[in-house]
């Protein structure tokens, strides 16, 4: 079961990534319900900085782990990371860029709109 996918803007919510294959559904898009404790719902473009400090927090986003499907990601891959890593990369200095429209509602839970908009790539499209 998931939650209804609208974006932190109100609009109905955008794909984030299929190459590689993101959310916690893996469908491409960054939708969560009850069963994603994590909040997987900001939908990310990765930086070198950003996957450098997720490795150094115990989260290694970009050594592939083939055993579970995962080629591992690079600067440029879209992800639909963990709300309060987000956060926490922000508070950090080394957030990465986000999309708004593929970022999930439930995000403001924990980040506020303040907060995401200054990263965002798609507010002037």
Not at 4 to 21: I, K, R
Not at 46 to 52: H, I, S
Not at 59 to 64: E, H, K, Q
Request: aromatic share 8%; hydrophobic share 40%; glycine share 8%.
């Amino acid at each position: 079961m998931k939650d209804a996918s609208v974006n932190v803007l109100g609009g109905p919510l955008e794909e984030c990534s299929t190459a590689p294959v993101t959310g916690f559904f893996r469908n491409g898009c960054c939708d969560t319900g009850p069963m994603d404790r994590g909040l997987h719902t900001v939908c990310a473009t990765m930086t070198d900085e950003f996957l450098a400090l997720s490795k150094y927090l115990g989260n290694d986003l970009s050594t592939p782990r083939p055993e579970f499907g995962f080629a591992g990601l690079k600067a440029g891959d879209r992800w639909c990371l963990c709300a309060a890593r987000f956060l926490q990369a922000h508070e950090e200095g080394a957030a990465p860029l986000v999309r708004l429209r593929a970022t999930h509602i439930r995000t403001l839970d924990i980040v506020p709109l303040s907060v995401l908009k200054p990263y965002a790539v798609d507010l002037s499209d």
